[in-house]
């Protein structure tokens, strides 16, 4: 396998963003992350973005995102409907071919326009769940009854909101932050029982790059880079029945994969607040060693679309500042974890 | 300017495409027509329903022409409050979710249940309500209710 770091990395602030359509949103985040590396889009061997034409709610609305890259001269680009996340793993794929040094990897996403509970609906199998339409929230919260029901403390997911929330703070593109004491979120009412608010994520718009980088090229581009040690998606069976809603079978088998062993940071794309004990769990993490979602995660500010590669670029971009020496990044899609990536990361 | 109002037009986004449920699925419907629930058993001998056409752990065809009826009443295995009905769920107003595992299956079936919330709990046992008129399609289940 050829070494791949992520060499730079930047994300826009996450908000109900009314005034920016997507590509202006993404614009002043890809300047960002080619700064620092002296590069230009147009230097890159490969760009691939992801995003999903649904919440834009026009088909190949991820061609126009483009403008943002500028795609003339004609350059080598591909998109996956899906978190860009895996955006990064094709790109690393690519990256394998030996022939390229550099890839570009983004993701946008705005939720806000439209009712993305419903909207993620259409995911679902089309013939014995999707005319139900049921939404995200409430497929959510039938895993966390699951995952209570298996022998979980409500005041488990009450640490999980207060932790994100105080590290959030520390965090300038975070959503939602600050102190908030764990007995007087048990306090607030159910909302989508067993789930109350603060144990889903906001409703986020927001654009996130990722650039990386091969070999030498790396290390030309980067100080400190943060170096792909191993990297492994897996998938569940579909109908949500039919698997433990409890726990992450494919979470556990991508950890395998990847190689996760004692990592000193770990960066778990989870929604919602029981999503992120089930991961912690299937990778084996033990927050005595591990420092958890030191961003605050995607229950602080949760870009669909953009969140799972934030993990990614937030885990390499603490790495490369010196905050640890070894990451595992998650991140997930569709409905209930059911697609769970594992990203491993080094830098020394 | 003063007049703040915003130009708007509708938008309809639709994939206007037909497609065949298949041999399995299509039989699955077919059943609830006939209201009766149909199940498949995979290679790990569990009855799965509505059956999939392909094994999840070993991607081999299940059989189609071997399908198993199962029971109309079950267990609910986990649910969930929907505080914020949206458009096209079975019930304009709060109701609840579950994944019911019908007797006779090995796997929970999701769809609504019309009871008191606070008298939901995983085990209780449930039934289907068939919808008034049965078509071959997943509303032909309108939800599940207490079994008692």
């Known amino acids: 396998m050829r070494d791949v770091a992520v060499v730079s990395f930047a994300q826009s602030a996450t ?92 993701a946008f996403g705005k939720s806000s326009p439209g009712d993305v509970g419903r909207v993620l609906a259409l995911q679902l199998d089309p013939y014995v769940v999707g005319p139900l339409w049921p939404d995200a929230v409430s497929i959510a919260a039938l895993q966390a009854r699951a995952f209570l029901e298996a022998g979980h403390d409500e005041k488990d997911l009450a640490r999980v909101v207060a932790r994100s929330r105080r ?90 994969k990847a190689g996760v062993g004692r990592v000193d940071l770990a960066e778990i794309h989870a929604p919602f607040s029981h999503q992120e004990l089930i991961v912690a769990e299937a990778l084996g993490l033990n927050e005595s060693t591990t420092s958890i979602n030191p961003s605050g995660g995607a229950l602080a500010s949760n870009p669909v679309m953009v969140a799972g590669l934030v993990r990614i670029g937030e885990a390499a971009r ?28 080094e830098a020394s | ?76 295995t986990s649910w969930s409050w929907n505080p914020k009905p949206r458009a096209g769920q079975p019930f304009e107003r709060p109701f609840a979710w579950a994944l019911v595992q019908l007797d006779g299956a090995d796997t929970g079936l999701l769809h609504a249940l019309d009871a008191p919330r606070e008298s939901i709990r995983t085990g209780m046992r449930v039934r289907i309500r068939w919808a008034d008129e049965t078509v071959g399609y997943i509303k032909d289940i309108a939800c599940f209710e207490p079994a008692s």
Request: glycine share 8%; proline share 7%; hydrophobic share 40%.
């Open chain 1, 167 to 256: 590290n959030a703070a520390g965090n300038p593109h975070a959503q939602l932050s600050g102190e908030v004491d764990e007995a007087t979120l048990l306090d607030e009412p159910l909302y989508a029982d067993p789930l109350r608010m603060h144990d889903c994520p906001p409703i986020s718009d927001g654009a996130a790059v990722v650039v990386l980088a091969a070999g030498d090229r790396a290390r030309e581009l980067c100080e400190r880079p943060a170096w792909i040690r191993g990297i492994d998606h897996r998938i569940d069976v579909q109908a949500l029945g039919s698997r433990d809603l409890a726990t992450s079978a494919s979470t556990k088998l991508a950890g395998q």
């Open chain 1, 318 to 345: 603490r790495l490369s500042a010196g905050e640890g020496e070894r990451a595992v990044a998650h991140a997930t899609s569709g409905p209930a974890l059911q697609q769970n990536l594992v990203c491993v990361l």
């Open chain 1, 15 to 106: 908000r109900r963003d009314q005034t920016r359509n997507e590509v202006e949103i993404l614009m002043p985040v890809l300047r960002e992350a080619m700064a620092p590396t002296g590069l230009t889009t147009h230097d890159m061997g490969f760009t691939c973005s992801g995003s999903s034409d649904y919440l834009a709610g026009q088909a190949f609305a991820f061609v126009s995102a483009l403008d943002a890259v500028g795609p003339w001269p004609p350059i080598q680009e591909s998109h996956v409907e899906m978190d860009g996340a895996w955006a990064l793993y094709e790109a690393w794929v690519r990256l394998q071919h030996g022939d390229i040094d550099t890839a570009l990897v983004y």
């Open chain 2, 1 to 76: 300017m003063t007049d703040t109002k915003v130009l708007s037009a509708p938008h309809s986004m639709e994939f206007p495409y037909t497609r065949s449920t298949g041999p399995m699925v299509g039989a699955f419907l077919t059943g609830l027509r006939d209201r009766r629930v149909l199940g498949v058993r995979d290679s790990a001998g569990r009855v799965v329903v509505p059956p999939p056409e392909y094994d999840a752990a070993t991607a081999a065809v299940l059989p189609a022409d071997d399908l198993i009826e199962v029971a109309t009443e079950g267990v609910v």
